[in-house]
């Protein structure tokens, strides 16, 4: 690659927190006109790396080229100046602007007397939608729009700055299949107009779709840069984790299919959302939930867990008729659910580690009308221990843990109830291959137990990797009822949720 088709060029790349390095000598560089995909497993440095080339942290040593010449970046905003954009996994905009406010925050024009002009703005933001190919209204408020226009809006925030490099972190976690999809055409757009995209993703099929090439990071070093043609997937994820793993294959688990079931739905009606929708739940069976963005899988869970009133129908648990109007009457019931957003919902990112795991379980350490410490900290400590948590210590707060790390606490904190029946809505966005692997394996360990299991998925190979049955759902209502072994691939999958049936 000569120097005048290099878009960023970093060499040597270390940096250390507290004494500890997170970054060891690391080469990293991307070609103009390239889509290269960075992958690494939590912890491996690359959000440190992709840090210091935005401007957040600053390197200890090394040198960072863009286009060829050597530049210190010490600051988002010159960061920005050299023409680095990013997009984030958790979006950065702020609701009650419009689109255009959004995409000129903290670089707004101005007009007569220095104030802003937020018409300048709108014709601005429209001119970028246009190169982007793209509509989406300058005017709207984004509070009012589907996460697809969020994510487009935070691109051309990158782009009404004058990026030339997109650095996107995990940019499809929170968009439906088409719209991802709609997000791939842009990237070959922007690609073809010598725009330079690092893609951060945990996804290999998405990888494989439309990255060039691929660089592996682990424990802060820099594994390989290869062409995605010369490696297969496989050897991607045997790279990332540092061994193989069988977690996201198919085993058939056999559970007894003739005992009561645990869970029976029989006829739910609420909202818009879920309309008609029967169901059984087995003890030791992992049911998976397919379908598109709005197809009610989340809306069905949250009622359920008795967040969503139920409007007609009636729930069933070991074969007598319940009412469940709230959470607190679901978990009486023995149900758990790992909501779909583990930041927004599923935890108190200020509180620490230990907190977090013990909020559903505070009754399990009191101690007459005080709550016992001594109870508390042992109690947390065996669920971290039990469920494989990385944390230095539990007195952290759980934002600064990874992702996956996260979604763990989520998990063994639910568990810590020991709900007969457990429902899991996306229990794998935004994490590595190697604790997706963790994650599936603990969902059979549970199932192997004799607990019910509802999975939500948008990724069909997860649902294809775990599910025992798996229940189609469009427009609120069941539209096929398919046993794991009848479904021959991904594709087969896909089909029966788009509704076209050979």
């Not at 000129?104 to 709108?122: K, T």
């Not at 290869?226 to 294959?249: A, M, N, S």
């Not at 948590?389 to 063994?412: E, F, I, M, T």
Request: no cysteine; charged share 25%.
């Amino acid at each position: 690659m000569t120097a005048s088709a290099t878009a960023v060029q970093m060499r040597g790349i270390h940096k250390a927190f507290d004494g500890t390095t997170v970054l060891d000598n690391v080469d990293f560089e991307v070609a103009q006109g390239e889509v290269h995909a960075l992958v690494g497993g939590n912890g491996a440095g690359k959000s440190t790396l992709m840090k210091i080339l935005q401007g957040v942290y600053s390197l200890d040593q090394g040198s960072i080229r863009i286009g060829g010449d050597e530049v210190r970046i010490g600051s988002i905003h010159e960061a920005r100046a050299a023409g680095i954009g990013m997009v984030f996994q958790e979006f950065s905009l702020v609701p009650s602007l419009t689109v255009a406010q959004n995409i000129f925050l903290g670089a707004e024009p101005l007009g007569r007397g220095g104030l802003i002009n937020d018409r300048e703005a709108v014709r601005r933001a429209a001119e970028v939608f246009a190169e982007m190919e793209v509509h989406v209204d300058p005017k709207a408020v984004v509070a009012d729009l589907g996460t697809a226009y969020w994510q487009l809006t935070e691109i051309a925030k990158a782009f009404g700055q004058g990026a030339r490099v997109l650095i996107m972190d995990e940019p499809t976690a929170s968009l439906a299949r088409h719209e991802t999809e709609a997000l791939f055409d842009l990237v070959g757009r922007l690609k073809a107009r010598g725009i330079s995209i690092i893609y951060i993703s945990h996804r290999m099929e998405e990888i494989y779709r439309i990255a060039d090439r691929i660089t592996i990071l682990r424990d802060g070093r820099r594994l390989l840069t290869e062409k995605l043609t010369d490696l297969t997937p496989e050897q991607i994820v045997e790279g990332v984790v540092g061994k193989k793993i069988e977690g996201l294959r198919y085993r058939d688990r056999g559970h007894d299919v003739e005992v009561a079931p645990l869970l029976e739905a029989r006829n739910l009606h609420a909202g818009e959302r879920v309309r008609d929708v029967s169901f059984s739940l087995r003890p030791g069976e992992i049911l998976g939930l397919a379908g598109l963005m709005g197809s009610g899988r989340t809306e069905l869970a949250r009622v359920l867990f008795g967040i969503d009133r139920l409007e007609s129908g009636e729930i069933q648990l070991h074969g007598k008729a319940v009412s469940i109007a709230s959470p607190q009457d679901a978990i009486a019931h023995g149900l758990a659910l790992i909501p779909e957003d583990r930041r927004a919902q599923g935890l108190v990112l200020e509180h620490s580690v230990r907190e977090n795991l013990l909020l559903p379980l505070l009754d399990r350490t009191r101690r007459g009308p005080l709550l016992n410490a001594t109870a508390g900290r042992k109690l947390s400590d065996s669920l971290i221990s039990r469920f494989a948590v990385k944390v230095a210590h539990p007195g952290r707060p759980v934002r600064l843990l990874s992702g996956g790390n996260q979604q763990k606490v989520v998990l063994a904190k639910w568990l810590g109830t020991e709900p007969d029946i457990l429902i899991l809505d996306e229990p794998t966005a935004g994490v590595d291959i190697g604790t997706k692997s963790e994650i599936l394996e603990m969902i059979r360990d549970l199932a192997d137990a004799g607990k019910g299991v509802i999975v939500i998925s948008s990724e069909y190979p997860e649902l294809l990797a775990v599910s025992d049955r798996i229940l189609v759902l469009r427009d609120g209502t069941v539209t096929d009822d398919l046993p794991r072994r009848g479904i021959a691939d991904e594709e087969s999958l896909q089909l029966a949720v788009q509704g076209v049936h050979s």
